[in-house]
T-cell receptor, first 114, second 109 residues
Framework: SQTIHQWPATLVQPVGSPLSLECTVE??????LYWYRQAAGRGLQLLFY??????ISSEVPQNLSASRPQDRQFILSSKKLLLSDSGFYLC?????????????FGPGTRLTVT | AQRVTQPEKLLSVFKGAPVELKCNYS??????LFWYVQYSRQRLQLLLR??SRESIKGFTADLNKGETSFHLKKPFAQEEDSAMYYC???????????FGAGTQVVVTP
């Protein structure tokens, strides 16, 4: 069966420090991968998505970047964190079955920038 | 511009009462529509999708193309329905979802 992992689960980082969040998927091949952010009191905002290795699309301009070095690995990074980067980061994967794409979500990473 | 609106941030209902969560969307074409749910201390997960026309945990959602709405309904709410609910249209071929702001449902005994 398919599983999705994220780590770390929680992270407290000072402003200006770098960031690396990792997401890995098991049990499926060539998934679409997504990074979302859930800020306090707001919905989920799609940050990046990837349809293949090295293929990254950014949905909103921001201080973050994403990379997909392997088929089932998706990394969210920043060179210098801002206070506004605090939030709950969710990774998700999907595969298209017919015309339907159900997304499966990881447990999330709670990031607090101090 | 593509938009999805969930007008209620919080719905508080008594156990056994009906509950309806509103979702309106503004999309070109015919998007695929989903409801996702996040229970306390659990992962965000799919509740139902409009193409399945199914009832999950007693919930149903009817797509009204004329009103561009996809409201979620349950005739008799249970305490275990307390959760955060998100409406999410998919409007492209890459599986990207646009989530609404979410509605927190609290069912009290």
């Amino acid at each position: 069966s398919q599983t999705i992992h994220q780590w770390p689960a929680t992270l407290v980082q000072p402003v200006g420090s770098p960031l690396s969040l990792e997401c890995t998927v098991e049990g499926t091949s060539n998934p679409n991968l997504y990074w979302y952010r859930q800020a306090a009191g707001r919905g989920l905002q799609l940050l990046f998505y990837s349809v293949g290795i090295g293929q990254i699309s950014s949905e909103v301009p921001q201080n973050l970047s994403a990379s997909r070095p392997q088929d089932r690995q998706f990394i969210l990074s920043s060179k210098k964190l801002l206070l506004s980067d605090s939030g709950f980061y969710l990774c998700a994967w999907s595969v298209g079955i017919g015309s339907s794409y159900e997304q499966y979500f990881g447990p999330g990473t709670r990031l607090t920038v101090t | 511009a593509q938009r999805v609106t969930q007008p209620e941030k919080l719905l508080s209902v008594f156990k056994g009462a009906p509950v309806e969560l509103k979702c309106n969307y503004s999309y070109s074409g015919s998007p695929e529509l989903f409801w996702y749910v996040q229970y306390s201390r659990q992962r965000l997960q799919l509740l139902l999708r409009h193409i399945s026309r199914e009832s999950i945990k007693g919930f149903t959602a009817d797509l009204n193309k004329g009103e561009t709405s996809f409201h979620l309904k349950k005739p008799f709410a249970q305490e275990e329905d307390s959760a955060m609910y998100y409406c999410a249209p998919r409007g492209d071929s890459w599986g990207k979802l646009q989530f609404g702001a979410g509605t927190q449902v609290v069912v009290t005994p």
